[in-house]
């Protein structure tokens, strides 16, 4: 089995989930078994991510109240210790577990998500931190397969800005190739693209067939001119 936890701003959700694997022999006490086992990694998960909040488990279905009952109290007895308070209410006529756990910092999604400056902060994207890494690592592969003098990237502004401010000069010497960063206003957020690669010569044309193309095209670079 293993675990899907969806985290929205009222509740999280801890799904367990059985895959393929159906098990042998008594359907019941593979059931049980499963449960328990996933319940000790729900309580770690919760620990490990900082989950707090309601949170609602959906175990397998059990139709035995002496195995929900084990059950619980095993959940129970693995949040006991718990350095946020947990308390475990019980199973719900859709055989779901319901439980509370104290917030006692901001949760692990919060410490590698912004809030959604396209959506009013109903959703969340990555930070431009992380898009960076992942931008790096396909400048990299880029690098690699072809060596390039040369690289044209267009990108959203407010990541084409950070990156160009706090990483520019440093890829450029670790990768040997110059780096032009072009802001696209409607891109979305986490997207980037290769417009151009090769030689300098040919970049830095294709740079001033867009910045003619595109009145007020902006082109981060290491010598802005």
């Known amino acids: 089995a293993y675990l899907v936890i969806d985290q929205t701003e009222a509740l999280t959700v801890i799904d367990v989930n059985t895959g393929k694997f159906t ?14 086992e996933s319940a000790r990694e729900v309580a770690r998960q919760l620990r490990l991510r900082a989950l707090g909040g309601i949170v609602v488990v959906d175990f397998i279905d059990m139709e035995d109240e002496e195995d929900q009952r084990e ?20 199973v719900t006529h859709l055989g779901l577990v319901e439980l509370t756990r104290k917030r006692a910092r901001s949760d692990i999604r919060a410490s590698f998500t912004r809030g959604c400056p396209f959506c009013g902060g109903t959703g969340v994207v990555p930070r431009e931190e992380s898009i960076a890494m ?10 690699l397969s ?9 990108l959203h502004p407010t990541v084409a800005s950070f990156v160009a401010e706090s990483f520019l000069p440093l890829w450029e010497e670790e990768f040997g190739a110059r780096l032009f960063l072009r802001q696209v206003p409607d891109s979305s957020w986490e997207k980037y693209r290769l417009e151009a690669q090769g030689s300098l010569e040919q970049v830095e044309h ?20």
Do not use: Q
């Open 206 to 225: 294709r740079i001033d067939l867009l910045e003619k193309r595109v009145a007020g095209s902006v082109v981060h670079r290491t010598d802005p001119s």
């Open 134 to 143: 992942s931008l790096k690592r396909f400048i990299r592969k880029v690098v």
């Open 71 to 90: 059950l619980l109290d095993t959940l129970r007895e693995l949040l006991r210790n718990d350095r946020s308070r947990a308390r475990v209410f019980g």
């Open 146 to 154: 072809g060596r390039p003098e040369a690289l044209l990237i267009e």
């Open 23 to 36: 098990g042998d022999g008594d359907p019941r006490s593979t059931i049980l078994r499963t449960n328990l």
